[in-house]
């Protein structure tokens, strides 16, 4: 094979790479995902503290406004696809090299496959305004962006937050 040939297998092999790589990531990140609290978990004064979700940065949070809304952040949901991606792409490109029997064009074809799906399925959420998206999920006087820390790993999503006496002590008081 001349040298065009094999630099277009191996650009060939690295989008089927990428796009597994997404897909999996995006499928991955609907069902498993970081779980955040924040202070006034520990003490919800005025009422119930929503949970706050992403990996590895907090985008996705419960509205409180009917029971299947969720707040987003966009450009965090992209930000987080992209550093997992970058963290997981070199494992999955020397897994791929390792089985070549596998073949480049059905890993490309079941990561495109599972990013039309997960894709599908943030649009129907946006289409149906069971995602809404917001600059930032920080609700004043109770909580800002800057006191979410990491509790837990959640598979699936819930409503209620979890308090951390780990992060914000026993008996935490609003101000």
């Given at each position: 094979?001349?040298?065009?040939?094999?630099?277009?297998?191996?650009?060939?092999?690295?989008?089927a790479t990428f796009l597994f790589t997404l897909g999996v990531i995006?499928?991955?990140?609907?069902?498993?995902?970081?779980?955040?609290?924040?202070?006034?978990?520990?003490?919800?004064?005025?009422?119930?503290?929503?949970?706050?979700f992403g990996a590895p940065f907090p985008y996705e949070r419960w509205s409180g406004a009917s029971s299947l809304q969720y707040d987003f952040v966009p450009h965090l949901y992209i930000l987080n696809?992209?550093?997992l991606c970058a963290a997981t792409?070199?494992?999955f490109r020397r897994l791929s090299r390792r089985w070549p029997a596998v073949g480049n064009r059905r890993m490309g074809m079941l990561?495109?496959?599972?990013?039309?799906?997960v894709g599908g399925w943030r649009i129907f959420c946006l289409s149906s305004n069971l995602w809404s998206p917001v600059?930032?999920?920080?609700?004043?006087?109770y909580d800002s962006y800057r006191e979410l820390r990491p509790?837990?790993?959640?598979?699936?999503?819930?409503?209620?937050?979890?308090?951390?006496?780990?992060?914000?002590?026993?008996?935490?008081q609003a101000r």
């Open positions: 094979m001349n040298e065009a040939g094999s630099r277009r297998m191996a650009t060939r092999g690295s989008w995006a499928a991955a990140e609907v069902f498993v995902t970081v779980e955040w609290s924040f202070p006034y978990c520990n003490d919800p004064q005025d009422g119930p503290a929503s949970a706050v696809l992209g550093v792409w070199p494992l990561g495109l496959g599972l990013c039309i799906l600059a930032s999920l920080g609700h004043a006087p509790v837990g790993v959640a598979l699936g999503r819930h409503y209620e937050c979890s308090p951390s006496s780990f992060w914000f002590g026993p008996k935490w």
